[in-house]
Nanobody
Framework: QVQLVESGGGLVQPGGSLRLSCVASGFILDNKVIGWFRQAPGKEREGVSCISSSGGSTLYGDSVKDRFTISRDNGKNTVYLQMNGLKPEDTAVYYC?????????????????????WGKGTLVTVSL
C-alpha cells in the first residue's frame, strides 16, 4: 500500500523555523519527483518546492525562495522541507506528493496537478 506521512508541523512564532518530514512506505522515493505543496484556508493549493528524481534540481515558489530548502534522503525514503524565517502568511496545511514519472516542472506546476500520490498533510501555524 502506497503511503506518504508528513510530520513536523506545529505552532511557531514569526521568524522561527520548522523542519517537515515526509516518509514513504509501499514504494521507494528514489528516481521520483517529490514536492511539497500547501493550502491555506480559502485559498487554492500552491506549490512550495519540488526536487527532481535525481536530486540535482530544485524548484521553489517565489514566496519561499531563500527561506525554504527541500532535500531528500533516499536511504531513509524520506523528503524534508526546512523552513526558516517563517511568516504568518506561511500558515497552511503542507502536503508532500510524489510523481513516479514526468518532468519536474510539468508535474509540479498548477499546484501539483501532475503528482500521483499525496500525504494527508501537516498543519503549520505561524503566529505570536
Amino acid at each position: 500500500q502506497v503511503q506518504l506521512v508528513e510530520s513536523g508541523g506545529g505552532l511557531v512564532q514569526p521568524g522561527g523555523s520548522l523542519r517537515l518530514s515526509c516518509v514513504a512506505s509501499g514504494f521507494i522515493l528514489d528516481n521520483k519527483v517529490i514536492g511539497w505543496f500547501r493550502q491555506a484556508p480559502g485559498k487554492e493549493r500552491e506549490g512550495v518546492s519540488c526536487i527532481s528524481s535525481s536530486g540535482g534540481s530544485t524548484l521553489y515558489g517565489d514566496s519561499v525562495k531563500d527561506r525554504f530548502t527541500i532535500s531528500r534522503d533516499n536511504g531513509k525514503n524520506t523528503v524534508y522541507l526546512q523552513m526558516n524565517g517563517l511568516k504568518p502568511e506561511d500558515t497552511a496545511v503542507y502536503y508532500c506528493a510524489v510523481a513516479p514519472y514526468g518532468n519536474m516542472r510539468t508535474v509540479c506546476g498548477r499546484g501539483g496537478a501532475g503528482m500521483n500520490y499525496w500525504g494527508k498533510g501537516t498543519l503549520v501555524t505561524v503566529s505570536l
